[in-house]
């Protein structure tokens, strides 16, 4: 079983509305990262989470990380086509933030 | 701006050869790492590397082992390549202490 899990798998989403992707794991976080990834390219960071109730916004992206550390969601606001991707969250379990372990990702379609 | 750049961005090669996967970066990174990303599993870390001469296993080593003589370069080695070793392949650096991890745009194997 994967130590992240994120929901949902896949998401297909008309432009302009909102959406949210969630990455959960069991144990306690010690730093929660999402990264965005073109169709069959790299990894672009997106932000970066690390204490309880953290919330961070970039342009149309808002991440949150909860109070027990243990679960982070995605939110976009007004999808637009350039948000298409892949969506992955990874995470430092380990507390020395040398390793990150990554959830199977969220792919969004955002039709016109 | 930092640059990981990868050696190709696809490759075929057959079963029982010898594969080299190159990663350089320019930014004098001390951590270099190499994925594995499959579809349902997302990424999974096979090798990192926390200086020159410096290398520990991940979570997927089996088949692969890593070189890495220069601080810019980590290379990663299929010694003879097979058929489940055909995924996408992600190189990453870091810089010690800090938490972002860039990325390549990753090299697509295919192993026949």
């Known amino acids: 079983s994967q130590e992240l899990e994120q929901s949902p798998q896949s998401l297909i989403v008309q432009e302009g509305k909102n959406l949210t992707i969630n990455c959960t794991s069991s144990k306690t976080l010690y730093g929660l990262y999402w990264y965005k990834q073109k169709y069959g390219e790299g990894l672009i960071f997106l932000m970066m989470?690390?204490?309880?109730?953290e919330e961070k916004s970039h342009e149309k992206i808002t991440a949150k990380l909860d109070e027990k550390k243990q679960q982070s969601s995605l939110h976009i606001t007004a999808s637009q086509p350039s948000h298409a991707g892949i969506y992955l969250c990874?995470?430092?379990?380990?507390?020395?933030?040398?390793?990150?372990?990554f959830g199977t990702g969220t792919r969004l379609q955002v039709t016109l | 701006d930092v640059k990981v750049t990868q050696s190709s961005r696809y490759l075929v090669k057959r079963t029982g050869e010898k594969v080299f996967l190159e990663c350089v970066q320019d930014?004098?990174?001390?951590?270099m790492f190499w994925y594995r990303q499959d579809p349902g599993l997302g990424l999974r870390l096979i090798y990192f590397?926390?200086?020159?001469?410096?290398?520990e296993k991940g979570d997927i080593p089996e088949g692969y082992s890593v070189s890495r003589e220069k601080k810019e370069r980590f290379s990663l080695i299929l010694e003879s390549a097979s058929t489940n070793q055909t995924s996408m392949y992600l190189c990453?650096?870091?810089?010690?202490?800090?938490?972002?991890?860039?990325f390549g745009p990753g090299t697509r194997l295919t192993v026949t």
């Open positions: 930014m004098d990174h001390e951590n």
């Open positions: 590397s926390y200086d020159v001469k410096m290398k």
């Open positions: 990874g995470a430092d379990m380990g507390g020395t933030a040398s390793k990150l372990t």
């Open positions: 989470l690390q204490k309880g109730g």
């Open positions: 990453a650096s870091r810089r010690q202490g800090s938490y972002e991890q860039y």
